[in-house]
């Protein structure tokens, strides 16, 4: 898919998506970046111009609550960083790496739900 808006167009909970992030502050994750989408779809239809997001990265830490993202296109295993949920405007996603396996966006709505008390 072509970089730029039509990137955003019809974003799927799952999808695995490319971020420009704003500048980071302390621990936050910055610059160009893979992100899991972890919005419901109801929430994605509804909110058309932000998606809620948990970062990815490829520094494996041990957390058990960094989940391996399995199913994207991907150069490196990758992690969900659970602890990160963020919303971004849709203007922020600049393209496509896939979609993720169920069972991680599974495991990492788990730990969202816990981190939430939901």
């Known amino acids: 898919m072509p970089e730029g808006a039509s ?5 799927a909970p799952g999808d695995v998506i490319w971020v420009e992030p704003e500048i980071a502050v ?3 994750q910055s ?6 989408v972890v919005a419901g779809a ?3 239809e509804t909110v058309d111009t932000l998606v809620l997001v948990v970062p990815i990265t490829t520094l494996d830490r041990g957390w058990p609550n960094h989940i391996e993202v399995s199913g994207a296109q991907l150069q490196q295993r990758s992690w969900a960083m659970s602890e990160q949920i963020r919303t971004i ?9 896939g ?3 169920e069972a991680t966006l599974v495991a990492v709505r ?3 739900a816990d981190f939430l008390e939901l």
């Open 42 to 44: 109801g929430c994605l």
């Open 31 to 36: 610059g160009r970046r893979p992100a899991l």
């Open 110 to 112: 788990t730990w969202l």
């Open 26 to 28: 302390g621990r936050e």
């Open 89 to 97: 405007s849709r203007e922020r996603v600049v393209a496509r790496a």
């Open 99 to 101: 979609r993720a396996e």
């Open 7 to 11: 990137a955003a167009a019809a974003l």
